[in-house]
């Protein structure tokens, strides 16, 4: 199993950004295209804290179901997710999922 470092790096390669949140000091936020996670350290690496969602301000906004539409919400903040939000999100978590899985493997 790697370091977290190594599968930071690895994460970097691979075109996310790495940042820090001051609401959330024992994780490491990791965005791109306008969508972040938060990976905390696990017995495997890393692994992805909560929900992935949209960035918003100095957090996410997970994506919800209110009243039948589906929105990115951040307390007070509510953005409306078209179908093109949609997957974009679907694509980064796929994408950060696979590479948090790769680096469990090798």
């Known amino acids: 199993m790697p370091a977290p470092e190594e599968i930071l790096q690895k994460l970097y390669m691979a075109g996310f950004e790495l940042e820090t949140f001051d609401r959330f000091p024992k994780?490491?936020?990791?965005?791109?295209?306008?969508?972040?996670?938060l990976l905390v350290p696990s017995?495997?690496?890393?692994?992805i804290?909560?929900?992935v969602?949209?960035?918003m301000g100095e957090s996410l906004g997970p994506l919800v179901e209110r009243s039948g539409?589906?929105?990115?919400?951040h307390k007070?903040?509510?953005?409306?997710a078209t179908a093109e939000m949609i997957a974009?999100?679907?694509?980064?978590?796929?994408?950060?999922?696979?590479?948090?899985r790769e680096s469990d493997v090798n």
Do not use: H, P, S
């Open 27 to 37: 994780a490491i936020g990791v965005q791109r295209g306008g969508y972040v996670a």
């Open 43 to 47: 017995q495997d690496g890393l692994q």
């Open 49 to 51: 804290l909560g929900n």
């Open 53 to 55: 969602g949209k960035r």
């Open 69 to 73: 539409r589906k929105v990115f919400v």
């Open 76 to 80: 007070e903040e509510i953005v409306e």
């Open 88 to 100: 974009e999100l679907q694509q980064f978590r796929e994408d950060l999922k696979r590479l948090l």
